[in-house]
Structures are given as C-alpha cells and as structure tokens.
C-alpha cells in the first residue's frame, strides 16, 4: 500500500496509543509457561502481539480473543506440546528469539521461521548461550533463520554476561534458565528494558553498575491478570509530530513510561521540547502516566551508546526531531540498528537526504544537521517494510511543502494498526 501524506499546519488533539507490544508479546508467552487461566486486558491488534498469540496456540495454549480481551489457559512450563507445524515468527524479532529460549530450556523439537526481515536477522547471539547450556540448535549459515531446535536433555545453567544490551537476548537466555534445576544467572551492564524480569517477578540484584538477575525451575511463573498500558514507542512519533510542527497540541493518555523504555522523553526535553507527564500511576508494576506535548523549538543534541538502549526503538523518530532541530546532532554507538527490520541507520539517511536535510552515516550512528526554518522537500519513502521506518516518514512528510509518498506503508501494523487514522484525526491543514 503506498501512502500519500500532505503537510500539516499543526497536530492537535487527544489519543490513547495502541498497548505496549513487548508487554503483550511477553504477556502471551509468560501466560502458556504458566498453568491456568491468565487474563490480559487491552491487548493489542497489531501483528507482532498477534503472531505471539498463534505461536502460543501451537505449543498447546488455548486462547481466547475477544476485542481487546485475552483470556489464555496455558498448558504450563512441564505440558507445553510438541508443534505439529513449524513456528511463523512472522515479522518478530522478540518472539522468535524468547521463544527459542523456552523452547530450548523445554527441550521441545521445533522449527521456527520468520519472514524475509526476520529471516535476515542475526540469532548466533542467542544460539552460542542456548548452546553452552547444552541446547541443539541449527540454523541457515551464518546463524540466520529458521531455527530447529532438537529435543535435548535438561539444560546446563550458566552465568551469562550480555555482551550487548539486549533485552531479547537477556530474556532468551532467562527463559531457558527458569528449566533449568541450578541457578542461571545473567549479568548486565548496560541495563535494556526490564519488562522480563519485572512481569516474572525475578530477584535482581544491583553490583555497582551490574544488574544480575537470577532463575532456575524453582522460580514459580503464575498466571496473570494484566492491563497492558500503552506503547511508548508508538507514543514517541506523536511527541515528535507534536514538537516540530507549529502550534500543536496532542493529549496522549494512560502511556507506558518504564524508564528502561523511554529515554526518548529526556532526550527530547534536553532538545527544549515543551513536554508534560502527569498522572503517574502504576498498571501491573509499569509505570504509566498522560503525556502532553506542544510545539517547540528543538536544538541538536548527541546520543551516545550508554544511552542507546533507552531509545532504540526511538531513534529513527529521534532523527526526524534532529532534523528539525536547530544545529549539528549525533548518533553514536547504534551499530545494533542494522540489524532491526531493516537496517534502520541506511534507511535513515536515504529518507532525510531525499527531504534535504544533510546526514552522515557511521557504522554506528548518524550526523544531522538540522534545518529548523525551512519547510523540507517531499519525498517518496520506502519503508523497506519496516514499521518503524513508515511511521517516521510520516511524521518528516508533515513537514514537507508538497505530498509526500510513503510506500509499502502497511507495515505500520506490526505495532500500531491505528496510526493512519491517528494521523488523520490529529491533522490539520
Ligand atoms: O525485548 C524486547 O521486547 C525488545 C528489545 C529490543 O531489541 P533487542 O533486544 O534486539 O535490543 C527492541 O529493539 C525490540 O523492539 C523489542
Ligand atoms: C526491533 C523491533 O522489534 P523486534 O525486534 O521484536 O522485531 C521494533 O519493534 O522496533
């Protein structure tokens, strides 16, 4: 589907953003180790969450869809059964690789497979631990998809330190640990987002800088009752339309703002932006709260790698802030986006440039320089089916002085099926 989108004079409005895919993609796998029913309320439409949900059935969950409203009875850690059918991880990097973890850690055979994106996305970063624990893994060459994962005996724990900030990883590795009768340990430094740990209720413990985080079979997984809050990420495109466009308001209630999850929100205020969190409450241990946001003028700023698991998800949309933004800013230590859906740095840099704002590329980060006066050219984008890459060539094109064309934009879908009609509502023209 291509998109044609026409500058807005300003966004305005009020919105609640679609609910927090890794929270549901998690919800759904956490529910099918848990014996008995789990209720999870305001799970989202989108197609990552939605392939989890499939992907659960297969290994023996019965789940139950009905609007928002998931109600899944699962089999339980020690019942999960054997696929009659390979495992589609459709478009999802986290489902593809906590799943191999649990798989693994259950010593269930399984193939899993991935579209063309996924099936281009690095795993020998989950197949080396889940080997060392004993597991039987192989792959395409190179340690691409898709997985087969052979029966095995019980597995070895292990003390892992992550040698990337890596959430999918961490959760792999502890998902194979809670099988395991020793104690598993994983060690982070560069801490990536919690919600594993949290919605698992295991101990951690911080060491100076070290977070290490523990499980073996001992460690109980209950069912859940769970309202999933809304998705941060998709909640930064609004905080970017919001700021660089003029006089804009936009509302954007009951947000998830965990901050292991929403460093964009400080990178933007030290940008200038003109934003206010109220209402801080707490859903099912995550930190929720309303977010306002209004027009401002943003200046450069840099992002280093210390920073850059708070806003990886971000940082595609952070690049449209930057390129709007009054001076000279950079990425650094980012090398982790070429390996997104797409490669996000090269799909960055293709999209500004053609919008005539200059951009350096690196091999881990970017160079912009921002053109806060200017109205940009329009440009016709390819999302390289990358949701992510759609939605931040929607907000660079409110900014254009003529129509801009998105193509391939269904890909918005992967995690936020209402963004087009979000979009619309909140324009003005
Ligand atoms: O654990 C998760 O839910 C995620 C972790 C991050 O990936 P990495 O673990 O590869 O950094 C992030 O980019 C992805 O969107 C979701
Ligand atoms: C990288 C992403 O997801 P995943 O790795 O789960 O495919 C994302 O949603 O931006």
Redo the contacts with the bound molecule.
């Keep these: 589907m291509n998109k044609s989108i026409l500058p807005a004079a300003k966004l305005q409005g009020h919105i609640s953003v679609p609910a927090d895919?890794s929270i549901a993609?998690r919800a759904a796998l956490f529910s099918l180790l848990a014996e008995g029913r789990s209720e999870i309320k305001n799970f989202p439409p989108a197609q990552?969450p939605q392939t989890a949900l499939q992907c659960i059935r297969l290994l023996g969950a019965e789940v139950i869809q009905e609007g928002s409203d998931v109600v899944i009875t699962g089999p339980g850690r020690w019942n999960m059964k054997v696929p009659g059918q390979e495992i589609d991880c459709g478009?999802?990097?986290?489902?593809m690789r906590l799943l191999s973890g649990i798989l693994a850690g259950a010593g269930i055979p399984a193939t899993l497979t991935g579209d063309e994106s996924?099936s281009s996305?690095p795993m020998m970063r989950i197949i080396e631990p889940l080997m060392q624990m004993g597991a039987e893994i192989t792959s395409s060459e190179g340690g691409y998809p898709p997985l087969r994962i052979e029966r095995n005996r019980e597995l070895a724990s292990v003390d892992f330190t992550l040698p990337v900030p890596s959430a999918?990883l961490k959760s792999c590795v502890l998902l194979a640990g809670l099988f395991g009768s020793n104690p598993t340990t994983v060690t982070e430094t560069l801490p990536s987002r919690n919600h594993t740990e949290t919605m698992l209720q295991l101990p951690v413990k911080q060491q100076g800088n070290k977070k290490i985080i523990t499980v073996s079979r001992d460690h109980a997984v209950r069912p859940m009752k769970l309202h999933i809050p809304g998705d941060f990420?998709s909640a930064a495109f609004w905080l970017v339309a919001g700021s660089v466009l003029n006089d804009s308001e936009i509302r954007l209630s009951g947000t998830g703002i965990n901050p292991t999850r929403s460093g964009a929100l400080k990178v933007l205020e030290r940008m200038g932006a003109d934003i206010s969190v109220t209402g801080e409450r707490t859903s099912a241990g995550e930190p929720v709260a309303d977010i306002v946001v209004r027009s401002a003028r943003l200046k450069a700023t840099s992002i280093q790698a210390e920073e850059v698991p708070d806003v990886?998800?971000e940082l595609p949309v952070l690049s449209v802030a930057m390129a709007c933004a009054d001076g000279v800013s950079h990425i650094r230590g980012a090398g982790e986006l070429r390996v997104?859906?797409s490669d996000r740095l090269a799909a960055m840099e293709k999209m500004l440039h053609q919008s005539g704002v200059q951009i350096r590329t690196y091999e881990d980060g970017l160079t912009i320089s921002g053109k806060p006066d200017a109205r940009l050219l329009p440009g016709r984008y390819l999302s390289f089916h990358d949701?992510?890459i759609a939605m931040a060539a929607a907000i660079l094109a409110l900014k254009a002085d003529g129509v801009s064309e998105i193509a391939d934009a269904e890909a918005a879908a992967?995690?936020y099926t209402e963004f087009w009609d979000h979009l619309d509502i909140l324009s003005y023209r």
Aim: proline letters at 0%; zero cysteines; hydrophobic letters at 20%.
């Design positions: 895919k993609q990552d478009n999802s990097g986290t489902v996924l996305r999918q990420s990886i998800d997104k859906e949701h992510r992967v995690s």
